[in-house]
């Protein structure tokens, strides 16, 4: 039953696939439209080279794969090969929608959402009824998918004011925020610090710094910081470093009281950011809004190449006073021996940051997109 009481028996399509940034969000969202309606049938698309394949099984939605559709970035011969590629990933995105009788879709960006936005939207399709589009856009500046779906959506919807449409589409989006999982955004800190810090063989006291480049770890952040171990050891702060399974990081212990404890991946993110006191991170969309959510002080360390949008993502949290930015260059050992180390060290100055993050953060953002989309469908029913 719903909140209101009433089965809908909606059916929603989420188009997210590709990297965890554009998946993660979407389930997010797909879990709360069945907390909110648990009569609600979700319907993941994806392609077979996408992390999709795993997460979202993972979490137990169907998934239903459609042809990938990357858009180049240079004139090349696969632009020439586009226009057919978009025919079929189109045809076979419609037979997804009529097979699962779709209310909406939503989509959050990537080569996934494209098709769906043009399978689904109106003045596009040829189906017998156009299916309404919510579109979600996480980053400061929005992906070509997004671009287009925004000209085709009912309802517009952006992490950040400013993601760069001009007319009716982004620039005029509603401002929700990214949608992070429950398992996130309900996460006790306070509560679950020391079975995080047993878990991880951390000291049940004294001050805990989290480095983390991504799934895939960065190879910058793991010299600049475990170049400054010793540095850090001798301020009596232990340090819990994910570097990423293709790379290596080997550190001398040099206190025993302040470990440094690395490994190639985090199977547990909610125990990770509860041990620890602050984050020296990269400032893709979706960590900057996990780590707001749960208001960890942090060392933004945007990628140093792309189109500027990670440092765009940080900067609302920045601005507020939640973390700190820094130029990948910047980043040494010598930094983090002089500025990282002290912060770690001042308890009131990260207690003063961390609720500046919590306020910058949106820890409701799933629920409030998953109203949405309920709104959307219910009223393409009509």
């Known amino acids: 039953m719903s909140e209101s009481g009433t089965s809908s028996g909606l059916s929603v ?48 939605y169907p998934l239903e794969l459609i042809p990938p559709v990357p858009l180049p970035r240079k004139p090349t011969a696969d632009l020439l090969r586009l ?24 989509g959050f960006g990537g080569y996934v959402a494209l098709p769906a936005y043009l399978a689904a939207g109106k003045g596009v399709t040829r189906r017998r009824r156009a299916v309404p589009v919510v579109v979600h856009e996480a980053n400061a500046s929005a992906g070509i998918a997004n671009k287009i779906g925004a000209r085709l959506a009912s309802r ?18 509603e401002i929700v925020g990214i949608p992070v999982r429950s398992s ?28 983390t480049g991504g799934s895939q770890g960065a190879r910058s952040l793991n010299e600049a910081v475990s170049g400054a171990a010793e540095a850090l050891a001798a301020g009596g702060v232990s340090v819990l470093h994910a570097y990423g399974p293709k790379n290596s990081v080997r550190v001398d212990q040099h206190n025993p009281a302040a470990p440094y404890v690395a490994v190639p991946y985090l199977n547990r993110m909610d125990l990770a950011l509860a041990a620890a006191d602050a984050t020296v991170c990269r400032s893709g969309a979706m960590t900057v809004a996990e780590i707001s959510a749960v208001g960890l002080p942090a060392v933004y360390v945007p990628l140093p190449h792309g189109n500027g949008e990670q440092e765009l993502n940080a900067r609302p949290v920045v601005a507020a006073g939640g973390g700190l930015l820094v130029a990948d260059a910047d980043l040494t ?11 770690l060290r001042d308890p009131d100055r990260l207690a003063a940051m961390g609720a500046a993050a919590a306020g910058a953060g949106h820890r409701d953002a799933a629920d409030a997109v998953a109203r949405i989309v309920l709104e959307v469908a219910k009223g393409g029913r009509r």
């Open 156 to 173: 517009v919807l952006a992490a950040v004011p400013g993601s760069g449409v001009a007319g009716r589409g982004l620039s005029d989006a």
């Open 333 to 343: 050992s010598e930094y983090v021996a002089e500025s990282v180390v002290p912060l």
């Open 184 to 211: 996130i955004t309900g996460l006790d800190r306070a509560g679950l610090r020391a079975q995080a810090r047993e878990h991880f063989g951390l000291p049940a006291d004294g001050p805990v710094l989290l480095v």
């Open 83 to 106: 226009p057919g590629r978009v025919r079929a990933s189109v045809r076979r995105t419609r037979e997804v929608l009529d097979g699962v009788q779709a209310d909406v879709v939503v």
């Open 13 to 60: 399509v989420v188009a997210g696939g590709g990297t965890a940034g554009h998946i993660e969000p979407a389930l997010a969202v797909a879990d709360a439209l069945r907390r909110l309606d648990p009569s609600v049938t979700v319907t993941a698309l994806g392609t077979e080279r996408g992390l999709e394949t795993t997460l979202v099984p993972e979490r137990g």
